[in-house]
């Protein structure tokens, strides 16, 4: 008794590539099986371009937000004052600092004093937002301090104000040059509250990689900051920032208990969490749109290989003949299918792949030919499209692909293993 052959033996194989290759006129490969490959190579496209592209954002979005702002504010819930007014100014800020500093995952922890004036230089003025803080804690954090878009010296913190790129480009100022601060709540007077208005030099500008960062925020030395602001003795809140800013909440905890019973702590995933929330939400429904794209190109395999199967109508009831068993049928009809999604699917990645890495010449391209302006980072709060490439999306990608690839193909293949020989031959 002869030995039956094992599953996807060589000769299937044969018999499927030649199938493939043949001339249409021959029965092979059809217009619509050129389409399914065309399909499935530009869903795969783009399925892993908008993949990486939505983790670049998300990357370059936390990376610039951790990059210039707290990982944590510890606050103050505020204090009724005999006037009747609540004062939410953090009076013993230098214990509260160094206790803090000792949990844990922290890093550093930075006394702040923040207050809205408005910037003036001749005739252009801003609104922005002046951060307080010291020389050794600016230096600690990195979309300041380690701008590679910066000018001017650091190192010289305390003779003046550091500023953003947007807010210099929006007063028309350079290094060297002073501006104004006028803020309303200035000095008080018998005759009411008058305007503070004091000039200083701008000793370094900063490109945090933030539209709405660059565009606000001044910093100014702590102690300058608590007299121009009224906060003599005091500081309004207390930066932190930690190891692992991913799983925050597991600090957060422990900063609380550190605190008074006054304070509270606000983190980076609360100030950030509507945008990151509607983020996700807006990855899962691309995500199921594109595979929406790649099950549609997949679904033009089966027309292509139920043509298939009726061109070679007669090679199968001669296969049927002379052996071959349904599932040696199956199979040769399964590969022929299943070899256009691998295809399609392999040539998606590379084009997915180069598009990924490539972008920047790419999206320079096409805002040329777009007339410029394409992409406004007093929009997108980012000054370009990124895109990061992760195994995780690409596997992610392929599995998607091929299992559709190869599930739509078992309908047509089955169709031809349970092909009657004698009603295929019957005409013949």
């Not at 493939?20 to 065309?38: D, F, K, N, Y």
């Not at 908008?50 to 998300?58: K, N």
């Not at 992409?375 to 980012?382: K, N, Q, T």
Request: glycine share 10%; aromatic share 10%; proline share 4%.
């Amino acid at each position: 008794m002869a030995a039956t052959p094992p599953p996807f033996a060589r000769f299937e194989w044969m018999i499927a590539w030649r199938y493939l290759r043949a001339r249409r006129s021959e029965g092979g490969v059809s217009v619509m099986t050129w389409i399914s490959l065309i399909g499935i190579t530009l869903a795969v496209f783009a399925l892993i371009a908008t993949l990486a592209v939505r983790s670049g954002f998300r990357s370059e979005f936390v990376g610039t937000i951790l990059g210039a702002n707290a990982h944590v504010t510890v606050y103050s819930y505020g204090d009724v004052t005999p006037a009747g007014r609540v004062d939410r100014t953090l009076k013993n800020y230098e214990a509260l600092a160094e206790r803090m500093a000792t949990i844990p995952g922290v890093v550093r922890a930075a006394p702040l004093v923040k207050g809205q004036v408005m910037a003036a230089r001749e005739q252009r003025n801003a609104g922005v937002e002046v951060f307080g803080i010291s020389a050794a804690d600016i230096q600690g954090i990195p979309g300041v301090s380690q701008s590679a878009e910066a000018v001017g010296d650091l190192n010289r913190f305390e003779e003046g104000l550091a500023i953003g790129s947007g807010v210099a480009r929006e007063l028309g100022v350079r290094v060297g040059d002073r501006i104004k601060l006028i803020s309303p709540n200035g000095v008080k007077t018998p005759f009411g509250t008058s305007p503070r208005v004091n000039a200083y030099e701008v000793v370094y500008i900063f490109t945090a990689g933030r539209y709405d960062i660059d565009r606000t925020r001044i910093y100014m030395p702590f102690v300058e900051a608590q007299s121009y602001f009224n906060r003599e003795g005091v500081a309004d809140q207390i930066e932190i920032m930690v190891e692992d800013p991913e799983n925050v909440d597991t600090v957060a905890l422990d900063l609380l208990r550190a605190g008074t019973g006054n304070t509270g702590v606000w983190t980076w995933r609360d100030a950030s969490g509507g945008f990151l929330r509607a983020l996700e939400v807006e990855d899962n429904v691309m995500f199921i749109i594109l595979s929406i794209l790649v099950l549609i190109a997949a679904m033009n395999i089966v027309s292509g290989l139920i043509m298939l199967v009726k061109n070679k109508g007669r090679d199968i009831g001669i296969l049927r003949t002379i052996g071959l068993s349904e599932g040696s049928v199956m199979r040769v009809f399964f590969i022929c299918g299943a070899f256009t999604g691998i295809i399609g699917t392999g040539m998606g990645v590379i084009l997915g792949c180069l598009f990924a890495l490539y972008i920047d010449p790419i999206f320079s391209f096409v805002n040329f030919a777009m007339g410029g302006g394409v992409w406004d980072p007093s929009i997108r709060g980012i000054y370009a499209l990124p895109a990061e490439l992760h195994l995780a999306d690409v596997l992610k990608a392929v599995g998607l692909s091929l299992g559709l690839s190869f599930v739509v193909t078992l309908f047509p293949a089955r169709r031809a293993a349970r092909m009657n020989p004698v009603e295929a031959l019957r005409y013949e």
